[in-house]
């Protein structure tokens, strides 16, 4: 149980192009979910909290119009990057909160996307 | 100081070995902690909730030191497969937010 996916897995694309990331909930509703970034040998940063019909909440110094988040349903939330470059390349990965299933805050992660801009 | 720090490592044990990890945190209002486990280039996996009264799994054993403000990992009989990045994570106080870790390095040798 808690599966999250997320999809694509890896993703290549060019300079300036848009990319969509999707993040599922499969066995549960998640009413917030949550996208974390993390370059290689670092931490996850988080860059902000989705919640189920209402705005995203931005981390400070994440451009919350360079990177749309949209979470229109208890199991869907969508992260794209308008007008990639090169530095936007990193790990994607979501994370899902399950309050059924014992402590709320535990959260349950997606497999990630791994972006890379040429 | 970081919300939440630990020792970066890395650790190299033999198998079979008994290895423990600290983690502090300096939110003294966070209710929840967790350990987590990530392989590289993967995504972060649960390995347990840390509660109170401290919480056994097989090998894994977490406590919490609520009056020292850090969550323990002790892990018996180490396997070749626990080499990997464990992630201690500790929930923003009233905000729901988790605070992570920079991880610790585990690598256990033959």
């Known amino acids: 149980g808690a599966v999250v996916s997320q999809h694509p897995s890896r993703v290549i694309c060019k300079s300036g192009t848009s990319v969509k990331i999707e993040c599922r909930s499969l066995?549960?509703?998640?009413?917030?979910m949550f996208w974390y970034r993390q370059f290689p040998k670092q931490s996850l940063m988080l860059m902000a909290t989705?919640?189920?019909?209402?705005?995203?909440?931005?981390e400070q110094g994440v451009e919350k119009d360079k990177f749309l988040i949209n979470h229109a349903s208890l199991t869907l939330s969508t992260l794209t990057v308008t007008s990639a470059h090169p530095e936007d390349s990193s790990f994607y990965i979501c994370?899902?909160?399950?309050?059924?299933?014992?402590?709320?805050?535990?959260?349950?992660f997606g497999p990630g996307t791994r972006l890379t801009v040429l | 100081r970081k919300e939440v720090e630990q020792d970066p490592g890395p650790f190299n044990v033999p198998e079979g070995a008994t290895v423990a990890f600290n983690c502090t945190y300096s939110?003294?209002?966070?209710?929840?902690f967790f350990w987590y486990r990530q392989d590289c280039r993967k995504e972060p996996k649960l390995l347990m909730s840390?509660?109170?009264?401290?919480n056994e799994d097989g090998r894994f054993t977490a406590q919490l030191n609520r009056a020292s403000q850090y969550i323990s990992l002790l892990i018996r009989d180490s396997k070749l497969s626990d080499s990997a990045t464990y992630l201690c994570?500790?929930?923003?106080?009233?905000?729901?937010?988790?605070?992570w870790g920079l991880g610790t390095s585990l690598a256990v040798n033959p």
């Open positions: 994570a500790v929930n923003a106080g009233n905000n729901r937010k988790l605070i």
């Open positions: 840390v509660y109170s009264s401290g």
């Open positions: 994370s899902a909160r399950a309050f059924e299933r014992g402590a709320s805050d535990t959260q349950y």
């Open positions: 989705s919640n189920e019909g209402s705005k995203a909440t931005y």
């Open positions: 939110n003294s209002a966070s209710q929840s």
């Open positions: 066995d549960f509703q998640a009413t917030t």
